[in-house]
T-cell receptor
């Protein structure tokens, strides 16, 4: 069975630009969460979505937004990129919003 | 607010030796606890989890962890380390709302031949 997939794998953006990251959950999983992992640190929670509704938001500015589609895939959007947004962005899915989250390989975002 | 501390940033062990990675958490209620492993440039793989019940939990790849409420700890152990275990290990605590995980800073494990 396919695991969590994320696209793109890598991308490079310039300060001030906008970026959209995509995530497809494991088949049958209805909950998707997003995490930011800065180099050398543990992942930090950004959002959780379940049945297209936001169920949780971490301590991130409003430049960060997300949504979940009817097929349970999800997008993370970041506006007005800053150098500090450079990180590995991880998507995780679970059957329902419990704790057994399965992570994708991540998208490496570099902001120059 | 919940938090996780992994006191050891780096640990080096010889192949075949035993391993213990430390994890201390702070959470007001009964915690839900996890260990994940991350190879370089990869996502996170779930090793094991504790929700309730037996405080000694078994995971994949021969790992186990013990929940000790009195010490607010959830240490990861393996009796004999293999070279392929070299990676970064993260401990995490989940909140009761089920909507977020809080991770520690990670412990990088190196394995000497």
């Amino acid at each position: 069975d396919a695991g969590v997939t994320q696209s793109p794998t890598h991308l490079i953006k310039t300060r001030g630009q906008h970026v959209t990251l995509r995530c497809s959950p494991i088949s049958g999983h209805k909950s998707v969460s997003w995490y930011q992992q800065v180099l050398g640190q543990g992942p930090q929670f950004i959002f959780q979505y379940y049945e297209k509704e936001e169920r949780g938001r971490g301590n991130f500015p409003d430049r960060f937004s997300a949504r979940q589609f009817p097929n349970y895939s999800s997008e993370l959007n970041v506006n007005a990129l800053l150098l500090g947004d450079s990180a590995l962005y991880l998507c995780a899915s679970s059957l329902v919003p419990d704790y057994e989250q399965y992570f994708g390989p991540g998208t490496r975002l570099t902001v120059t | 607010a919940q938090s996780v501390t992994q006191p050891d940033i780096h640990i080096t062990v010889s192949e075949g030796a035993s391993l213990e990675l430390r994890c201390n958490y702070s959470y007001g209620a009964t915690p839900y606890l996890f260990w994940y492993v991350q190879s370089p440039g990869q996502g996170l793989q779930l090793l094991l989890k504790y929700f309730s019940g037996d405080t000694l939990v078994q995971g994949i790849k021969g790992f186990e962890a013990e929940f000790k409420r009195s010490q607010s700890s959830f240490n990861l152990r393996k009796p004999s380390v293999h070279w392929s275990d070299a990676a970064e290990y993260f401990c995490a605590v989940g909140n009761n709302a089920g909507n977020m995980l809080t991770f520690g800073g990670g412990t990088r494990l190196m394995v000497k031949p």
